[in-house]
């Protein structure tokens, strides 16, 4: 089996799902299209969870570079509207709406794997075929989705609460925890730093191994000497960095 997402957090919550189920012996990752292609070349998964879309080389990239008629049963993970779905759901290929639902997942789990188990791969690489191009043109039809920066779906106090990478001031490290500092409070979520840094992308800069600050989110620096700084947000959070993630600080300080 092969989960394919270039993001960290949408790949471990997909394993973390696949591990509920019996009987699977082998769960792959591939954190990009190129990855997947390679690995669906050369390791054959049964089952492939792909995400849609992925810089470079995206979901339909990876069908069109593997070739559908070498396509292991494919789940599509996806965040479009309806207007994707309704296609993908006319040729039998089967979705998931991120953020995925555990018991839609069970389903289209258990679905994939009928396939897989009983090798009737024949309708399902035919119907993939013929989705690509329909997708892609559904995909078209809604461009602001496509270029708005991903949000992170945070488990809060029984709920899911969205929250967009711009709305993120700082994020602090607790354990296997992070607290995602937004306005009005924190909300805790499960994930490392390194998982954050990468999720979250160039617009955050690492000031120290428990810390991550969003640029644009800085009022000023100070100087604390020995290459540390204190970090004055626009709400008045004051932040210390660690001088051994000075390089990290080189472009918001303006230091050569």
Known sequence: ???????????????????????????????????????????????????????????????????????????????????????????????LLKPVDPERFRDAFDRAARAAAHDDLAALRAALAAVVPLVRRARAEVPNEVSEPRRLAVHAGGRVVFVAPHEVAWVEALGNYVNLHVRGGALRHRATMEEMEALLGTGFVRIRRSALVRADAVRWCEPMGKGSWVLVLHDGTRLTSSRYFRDRLDALLGAG
Request: net charge negative; aromatic share 6%.
């Open 1 to 95: 089996m092969l989960i394919v997402d270039d993001e960290p957090l949408a790949r471990r919550g997909v394993r973390e799902l696949v591990a509920e189920r019996p009987n699977v012996s082998t769960v792959r990752e591939a954190p990009g299209g190129a990855d997947a292609v390679r690995m669906i070349h050369e390791q054959r998964p049964d089952v492939v969870f792909l995400d849609v879309q992925m810089p470079r080389i995206d979901g339909f990239g990876v069908i069109e570079a593997v070739g559908a008629a070498a396509m292991p049963p494919v789940v599509f993970v996806t965040a479009y509207d309806a207007h994707a779905l309704r296609a993908f759901e006319v040729h039998a290929v089967d979705y």
